[in-house]
């Protein structure tokens, strides 16, 4: 994009000058009007000379093309940030309260937070101890964690052994997902089922489970919705009306926290 931005930064200044220059030309209250064709190409702005101007000005000060850059980069975040506001506002049941997702922390909590993550992404294994700091330290706080497998068909298949065992044994859901988030090695639909039955599940009932057509079901709505967020990487999150991408740290999302309070007093 970088490479793209001169010339399309060259190419609105020199339609500005040749905008000003025509304007120059047919606003001048002593110039005649021109009446014949030949008299109003004459009128016209030498675009070679323009586009001369426009270019030595660009070589002398090229710092203009950060300004530049930079000016499109925040126009293109807050276009970005209105839109994600609307869409959380608008599916707000669907991000904040879908039955398939795993709660940690206080179910009642008076800020929710919400982590799209994949159990084979090593940010989100980073990220762990985040949410377990932000839970022990925020007793209000509801950590809602949305399956979300990008990474491959390992991560496919153990989150659909993570989602058939939350169906099952929802009060275990917290103690398993830690274990299997913990590890270093990647995760794969064998390790779910031996977390899975560490964490008091029937293997049977467990692998019946995973055939619930409703786990693909809830897979397609989380991607729709990652979608509609512009959400493309793991793990990322949202926190009242804003979604954070990637792994800022704990401190980050402990702002983000206090400003939704700070918001919405209770």
């Known amino acids: 994009m970088n490479a793209l931005i001169p010339a399309a930064a060259l190419c609105a200044v020199v339609a500005l000058g040749m905008g000003a220059a025509g304007y120059v030309a047919g606003s001048s209250s002593t110039a005649p009007v021109p009446a014949t064709a030949a008299a109003a190409a004459s ?9 001369a101007i426009v270019r030595d000005y660009l070589v002398t000060n090229p710092e203009i093309m950060i300004e530049v ?5 925040t126009r293109q975040a807050e276009t970005q940030r209105v839109a994600q506001t609307e869409i959380i506002r608008s599916a707000e049941n669907e991000i904040f309260n879908a039955a398939y997702d795993g709660i940690i922390g206080n179910p009642e909590g008076d800020v929710t ?16 101890q985040d949410m377990e700091a932000l839970v022990e330290s925020n007793p209000d706080l509801r950590f809602v964690l949305k399956e979300f497998p990008i ?22 859901y917290g103690a398993f ?7 270093e ?23 019946q489970e995973m055939q619930n057509p409703d786990i693909i ?9 990652a979608e509609q967020l512009s959400i493309t990487g793991t793990p990322s999150y949202v926190v009242g009306d804003e979604v954070v991408f990637g792994a800022m740290g704990q401190e980050v999302l402990a702002e983000k926290i206090e400003q939704v309070r700070a918001e919405n007093p209770s």
């Open 217 to 225: 079901a809830a897979f397609q709505a989380t991607y729709a919705l």
């Open 185 to 207: 090695a990647r995760v794969t639909e064998d390790d779910a089922i031996l977390a899975a039955v560490s964490h008091g599940a029937d293997e049977a009932a467990l692998r």
């Open 177 to 183: 997902h830690r274990d299997l988030l913990a590890g």
């Open 113 to 128: 937070i919400v982590e799209f993550f994949d159990y084979n992404c090593g940010y989100c294994k980073r990220a762990l």
């Open 151 to 172: 990474l491959g068909p390992d991560s496919q298949r153990a989150h659909v052994v993570s989602m058939a065992f939350h169906n099952l044994w929802p009060e275990n």
């Open 43 to 51: 009128a016209a702005p030498d675009r070679a000379a323009v586009e």
């Open 69 to 73: 850059q930079q000016a499109l980069e």
